[in-house]
């Protein structure tokens, strides 16, 4: 006799990982007599700033249990950042926010943690940052691609993920875009999730703003979660840092499920966040960081010939050369540039490629100047 089937195997229930397809390329750029230029990953690689390693330091040695709901300062915090930086008003540090171990996990398990499951559908972008997908199958929920409101129909939506700026692709989502499905929740009690992790890395054009800016929501956070992340901006992707902001009811159902199940923030990296949050300095810095290895890339792959599509904002240029992306990504191993296919983020990623800015200035003139030698000529 059989035995009985207990559960239904992780295989069936998750996509491959996608990075595992690079093993070849990898090994074809390391091989590179001047090393390789990994452009794969948003990984930060410059130092975090003192004052956030001191805070940290000085949190170490307190021995007691952290509160899930970050502290009061923490919360009073993420309160002031989001005003100061964003322009985010009218959340109450008491009850609109809330820490998470870093926005992967705390993406990852929304749907779940929120009572999205099986008969559900979730709206992914059409392009999007894998977990938003993984978090759905993880619910058990039925997955949708879509950008747009028109192709959703009569359908009942649970929850939908925005992204701006968006990863892979830098789009940023006006005003009034964002109010489209402002109304859209409104109407319909869906849940809207807007990833903002690249909110601070506008470099060209309309600037990013926040689905809890009173521009785009009058004020009015119903239905409504922002997520937020200090791995990109302060360079504490290590620390796993993150919150989620937004509807006071959500953030408290969020918190006691959360509670029970001791998802909690260490308290010397609730410490650390703080030193990070009350201080605007190494953000603005990192910023211009950013700006001038994007430059370099984005001259060197024009020049090469390649099309760069969006790439307003975020860490990343979202390029072509016109045919399909992972033979762009075996042409730039053979420089020793490792890239992401655009085929990672959903089919209509095929023909592109991610090129991230995630790599020291020495590194990235690097591969300025392979393209340029490389392709341009």
Excluded at 135 to 140: F, H, I, M, N, V
Excluded at 156 to 163: E, G, I, Q, T
Excluded at 200 to 209: A, I, S, T
Aim: net charge negative.
């Amino acid at each position: 006799m059989q035995p009985r089937v207990l559960r239904k195997p992780v295989g069936d229930r998750l996509p491959d990982f996608p990075w595992d397809s690079l093993a070849e390329a990898t090994a074809q750029a390391k091989s590179h007599p001047d090393g390789i230029v990994d452009l794969s990953v948003g990984t930060p690689i410059d130092p975090v700033a003192p004052s956030i390693q001191l805070a940290l330091a000085e949190s170490a040695a307190v021995p007691g249990y952290p509160q899930t709901k970050g502290t009061q300062r923490l919360r009073e915090a993420i309160v002031g950042a989001m005003q100061r930086r964003y322009g985010v008003t009218g959340l109450d540090p008491k009850n609109a926010v809330l820490p998470v171990i870093g926005t992967k996990e705390a993406i990852a398990w929304l749907p779940t943690l929120l009572g999205v499951g099986e008969g559900h559908t979730v709206v992914i972008p059409e392009l999007a940052y894998p977990t938003y997908e993984v978090s759905a199958r993880l619910a058990g929920a039925d997955v949708l691609r879509s950008d747009s409101l028109l192709k959703l129909g009569p359908q009942p939506v649970s929850l939908v993920y925005l992204n701006s700026p968006a990863n892979p692709h830098g789009q940023v989502l006006g005003v009034e875009h964002l109010r489209k499905f402002v109304d859209y929740a409104r109407r319909t009690g869906t849940i809207i999730i807007s990833d903002e992790c690249y909110v601070g890395l506008g470099f060209e054009g309309e600037k990013p703003v926040s689905i809890l800016d009173p521009q785009v929501c009058d004020g009015d956070h119903r239905n409504l979660l922002a997520v937020h992340s200090l791995s990109k901006t302060s360079n504490m992707a290590s620390y796993r840092a993150g919150w989620l902001a937004g509807d006071p009811q959500l953030i408290q159902e969020l918190l006691e499920i959360r509670r029970h199940a001791g998802l909690m923030n260490p308290g010397p990296i609730q410490a650390a966040m703080v030193a990070a949050l009350e201080e605007d300095g190494h953000e603005t810095l990192q910023r211009e960081l950013y700006r001038h290895r994007r430059d370099m890339l984005k001259i060197a792959l024009r020049e090469a010939g390649f099309t760069i599509e969006h790439s307003q904002a975020g860490l990343y240029l979202w390029a072509t050369e016109g045919c399909d992306g992972r033979e762009t990504v075996a042409r730039l191993a053979q420089l020793g540039i490792l890239v992401a296919p655009g085929d990672f983020y959903g089919p209509r990623g095929q023909q592109f490629v991610r090129i991230g800015l995630t790599a020291t200035d020495e590194r990235i003139e690097a591969a300025a100047r392979r393209i340029t030698e490389g392709f341009g000529k």
